[in-house]
């Protein structure tokens, strides 16, 4: 009896942990959320200050760009545009703080672009890493990147940010990787204009540490494996617009919380669950449990065309499909 009952406060104790961090991120998330809508209004009048500062002629000698950003701080936007150049970057940078590097060269005709937007300073990054996780209102009017890439050639992106906010819109840009890091930083990935991908996406990856990342209209990507690994941050995966074929989704949580939004049509989805006694999961209630921790949709098939299978594997925190039907 006594065993049980130590057992029994263990639990309560477990579920009162669980339950707080569950708050926290929720809480902290919208701050940030409301705070980067915000800074991206803000954003569009500092555009108008932006200067051009590198840029990749277009040359018959490659025709695909392997593109890496690294950003400490600031804002970083990229946007589809037709120019003659595959890449043209802008920005406003406050020089006292931040140190740009942008290299290039040619290897086995793929162009390797490297841009990197260092901070000089630990302190500068602990102060805005601060100011991030506490909501200051303060924002920098400087340090605004802005990332053209056209569709004339194969992309393959790997965008890793620090702190601040990331709007990246990649309608009809042709990209056959993309992988994500957004560190504390608040990031959007979308394809605004409904043109989705011109190639098939090897791998959608993404990685939210103590910040957050909102992918919208997943379809459009043309990628059959979505990764993403949350930590203490905040995910959101919309998968409401049904897609052509099927996709494999991998998805580890630690204390952080992922929301997956499904499809609005009935599609055949098969949901393979990993999950412990302090974490939370919420599935659709039209779902159905065919076995332990293995749900299924009601038109599901082990050899549709345009299955969608789930593996979650989820520790401390929040996971929850949200059906928008």
């Given at each position: ?40 209004l803000a954003s569009f009048s500092s ?167 909102i992918a919208n209209h997943i379809n ?51 949901i393979y669950l990993h999950n412990s ?49």
């Amino acid at each position: 009896m006594q065993f049980r009952r130590k057992e029994l406060h263990f639990l309560l104790f477990s579920f009162n942990i669980r339950n707080s961090l569950c708050c926290i991120s929720l809480i902290a998330t919208m701050r940030r959320l409301v705070l980067l809508s915000f800074s991206l209004l803000a954003s569009f009048s500092s555009f108008s200050q932006l200067k051009k500062f590198y840029s990749v002629s277009n040359d018959s000698a490659f025709q695909k760009v392997d593109f890496c950003l690294s950003a400490t701080s600031g804002s970083c936007y990229i946007r589809p545009v037709k120019a003659a150049q595959p890449v043209n970057i802008y920005g406003n940078p406050d020089f006292e703080t931040i140190n740009p590097s942008f290299k290039t060269y040619i290897k086995n005709s793929v162009k390797h672009v490297n841009l990197d937007l260092e901070n000089y300073q630990s302190s500068t990054i602990s102060k805005s890493l601060t100011s991030s996780i506490f909501g200051d209102s303060k924002k920098d009017d400087k340090n605004y990147w802005k990332i053209l890439l056209t569709e004339d050639k194969v992309y393959s992106l790997q965008l890793a940010y620090g702190i601040g906010n990331a709007d990246v819109d990649l309608s009809g840009i042709p990209v056959e990787k993309l992988k994500i890091n957004t560190g504390s930083a608040d990031v959007i990935v979308d394809y605004a204009d409904g043109k989705g991908n011109l190639v098939a996406m090897d791998t959608f990856f993404v990685k939210v540490d103590l910040g957050s990342l909102i992918a919208n209209h997943i379809n459009l990507t043309n990628s059959k494996v979505i990764v993403a690994e949350v930590g203490f941050g905040t995910a959101v995966l919309d998968f409401s617009d049904k897609s052509q074929q099927s996709s494999k989704i991998r998805a580890s949580v630690g204390a952080g919380r992922l929301e997956m939004i499904m499809p609005k049509e009935n599609v055949p989805v098969i949901i393979y669950l990993h999950n412990s006694p302090l974490c939370s999961v919420k599935m659709p209630a039209e779902f159905t449990q065919i076995r332990k921790n293995v749900y299924t949709s009601s038109s599901y098939h082990p050899d549709a065309l345009d299955l969608m299978e789930f593996n979650i594997d989820v520790a401390l925190g929040n996971v929850e499909f949200v059906s928008k039907k």
